[in-house]
């Protein structure tokens, strides 16, 4: 009796509410039928109808609770609320569009509720399930909103996944006029619209459909047409970009084979965009690994010395970027990046982000010992006397500090150096603190020589 009590309170209750909310929807629709031309006023009541109206269709969808159980089958298994647009994943179940769009956003890739690993993020409407909702809805006089054309967070819809699913198709017919067509659409979008490049991480296959007619030229030994390849390494270029594609970009097989062909032929600005593409997927410290056994250090210091102007500022950053892992320092040195840096530094061509690179390589032993046969104290101390820059002073400090205690033969080049020009006390006065430490640090070292070879 208690509970039959309860819940006929609360069926009133509900009752009352709605009343109250059609008497509210009866006022706004009148003011919006004795239009007084104010058009802020009309706009705040259009606004607060649609809000009455969504309150009315909770409340009575609400209410049905206690008239009709809704079955199993029509809810949610992750808001285990009715469905308003059901989707297929790829595990098979089916799931209301937000709801399992949310758990794909916080970067799951498992089934929520056969923990399946999606083999993709692709959702396919259930029309099947959606009709049967519908049915149950009308028979039950529960209205469900009108299906609109689905817009995602990122504020791509539909019709934007049909086309992309459309350019794929074209990029892999067999014409040559449509991969160039597609190609050129799919860079621009990629980089004009953002949340474009969302839907390559959707399905494993897209970037290998992307890059199929690269593939498929090399395999045939020819060359692609320049644009072509310009347009798709600046795709990849623009995916990488997006946080959640870098993993998926760096690990598809066929990319960073292309990227290395690309650093190596096509026109400029393919070669730097296939530089910045490793430079920005190397930001993950998987992909360094990745990028470093492939090999790509090779094509990257050869572009570095052939130094064009254009190029310089992406493979220099690509170059750092994997040279923070360790083997790939070792790598780095091995392949000759030493003589081609020290090279650019004689003519100060990109000192920043050149001493960079060299700071990192300077705690090799070979490195070390390539810099004395080069004679790189002069040029570093050279460096040290001409830029106003901190940053490098510190950098070629860090540098010598490195030789002058691995190497003592460069020290009678640092001591001739301080006696006519004071460079490295001046540092360790006037310095940053980090180029300080590291200039007191190489006096002492050169006053510690010069007292042995008194001593001796």
Same mark, same amino acid.
């Given at each position: 009796m208690a509970k039959s009590g309860v819940a006929e309170g609360e069926q009133t209750a509900a009752a009352d509410r709605a009343m109250e909310l059609k008497r509210e929807l009866q006022k706004l629709v009148k003011s919006l039928a004795d239009d007084d031309g104010n058009e802020v006023m009309n706009l705040d009541a259009i606004d607060r109808a649609h809000k009455t109206l969504r309150c009315l269709s909770e409340l009575k969808l609400n209410r049905s609770g206690g008239e009709a159980a809704v079955p199993e089958e029509f809810k949610c298994p992750l808001s285990l609320q009715l469905m308003r647009d059901p989707v297929i994943i790829a595990s098979g179940q089916t799931f209301d569009r937000p709801f399992i769009q949310k758990w794909l956003k916080s970067g799951n890739r498992t089934c929520p509720r056969t923990q399946q690993v999606l083999s993709h993020t692709i959702l396919t409407p259930n029309h099947l399930v959606r009709g049967m909702i519908v049915q149950w809805c009308e028979i039950h006089g529960i209205k469900l909103p009108e299906s609109l054309e689905y817009t995602?967070?990122?504020?791509?819809?539909?019709?934007?996944?049909?086309?992309?699913?459309?350019?794929?198709?074209? $990029?892999?017919?067999?014409?040559? +006029?449509?991969?160039? %067509?597609?190609? @050129?659409?799919?860079?621009?979008? &990629?980089?004009?619209?953002?949340?474009?490049?969302?839907?390559?991480?959707?399905?494993?296959?897209?970037?290998?459909?992307?890059?199929?007619?690269?593939?498929?030229?090399?395999?045939?030994?020819?060359?692609?047409?320049?644009?072509?390849?310009?347009?798709? $390494?600046?795709?990849?270029?623009? +995916?990488?970009?997006? %946080?959640?594609? @870098?993993?998926?970009?760096?690990? &598809?097989?066929?990319?960073?084979?292309?990227?290395?062909?690309a650093l190596r032929s096509g026109t400029i600005e393919t070669r730097s965009n296939a530089a910045a593409t490793l430079f920005t997927l190397s930001s993950l410290d998987s992909n360094k690994a990745l990028i470093g056994k492939s090999g790509t250090l090779t094509p990257l210091i050869d572009l570095l010395d052939e130094g064009h102007p254009s190029a310089m500022k992406d493979v220099t950053s690509a170059i750092f970027n994997l040279c923070i892992l360790l083997e790939n320092k070792v790598r780095a040195v091995r392949n000759g990046a030493v003589p081609v840096i020290l090279k650019k530094l004689e003519s100060r061509n990109h000192v920043d982000e050149l001493l960079s690179i060299l700071a990192m390589l300077s705690t090799s032993q070979r490195a070390i010992e390539e810099m004395g046969e080069l004679k790189a104290v002069s040029c570093l101390l050279g460096i040290m006397r001409e830029t106003s820059c901190a940053r490098n002073k510190e950098n070629c400090a860090a540098i010598l500090y490195n030789v002058c205690y691995s190497d003592r033969s460069t020290l009678k080049a640092m001591k001739e150096e301080e006696a006519t020009y004071r460079t490295i006390s001046k540092l360790a006065e006037d310095g940053s603190s980090r180029a300080k430490r590291k200039a007191n640090c190489i006096l002492e070292r050169m006053n510690r020589g010069s007292n042995n070879n008194y001593t001796s």
């Open positions: 995602n967070e990122d504020g791509m819809t539909e019709g934007d996944k049909a086309r992309f699913v459309s350019l794929l198709k074209k $990029i892999s017919s067999v014409s040559r +006029l449509d991969q160039r %067509d597609a190609a @050129k659409e799919f860079r621009h979008l &990629t980089k004009r619209t953002p949340s474009f490049r969302s839907f390559f991480g959707e399905s494993v296959d897209a970037i290998p459909q992307l890059l199929s007619p690269l593939s498929q030229t090399k395999q045939d030994g020819g060359e692609p047409h320049p644009d072509l390849r310009e347009d798709l $390494i600046t795709t990849l270029l623009n +995916l990488s970009i997006h %946080d959640s594609n @870098k993993k998926l970009v760096a690990e &598809t097989p066929t990319v960073i084979p292309l990227l290395m062909d």
